[in-house]
């Protein structure tokens, strides 16, 4: 238990790290906090400092969620198969909640597709297609992003998983808590004032 406590917590400290914050302070000197959405995501960097600056943010943020669920159980083992589940989990939570920046992080978008990628992939890539296509049909990646997270359920159960009945559950509350993150999106959504996906790149101080 005690190995499945500190990897837990391993789990979280990862997802934390700040990487768009990091990157805007340190490369831009743009603090992400107070421009666009104020999200600490890959799609307020795209639109404030541009593709430069979101590729890499992007593919850490996925990798911050693939690697505790892929990585820590080789490391414990005697672990049962549900705790990549909360490995995953507690990364997520760090990405969204993180300690680094006042709890205020990212969406948990990117993070959560790299914990099913490790967990089911069959079921991230059919919501990946949802996501693709809501975006380049309506411009909204908030639209994309929810509506692959209601897809989540409904893909794990029409896909296969190693990790079982457990994985169904998760989803659901994965679904659930992305789409509360995304509730001031769905506001403006429902304004019509969401932004469609454009760039506004910023070029890196001298």
Partial sequence: MTSALLLTGSAYLLGSVPTSYWLGRGVYGVDLRREGSGNLGATNTLRILGPKAATPV???????????????????????????????????????????????????????????????PGALLLCFVVWVGTVIVTRYVSLGSL??????????????????????????????????????????????????????????RP
């Fill in 58 to 120: 992007l593919i850490i943020d996925v990798l911050k969620g693939w690697a505790p669920p892929a990585l820590f159980p080789i490391l414990a083992p005697e672990l049962a198969n549900a705790w990549a589940l909360a490995f995953g989990a507690a990364a997520i939570l760090g990405h969204v909640f993180s300690f680094w920046v006042g709890f205020r992080g990212g969406k948990g978008v990117a993070t959560s597709a790299g914990a099913f990628f490790a967990l089911a």
């Fill in 147 to 204: 509506l692959a997270a209601l897809a989540l359920p409904a893909a794990v159960l029409l896909t296969t998983s190693s990790h079982g009945p457990a994985l169904i559950p998760f989803a659901l509350a994965l679904s659930t808590f992305v789409i509360w993150a995304h509730r001031e999106n769905i506001v403006r959504l429902m304004r019509g004032e969401e932004a469609r996906l454009e760039r506004r790149p910023r070029r890196p």
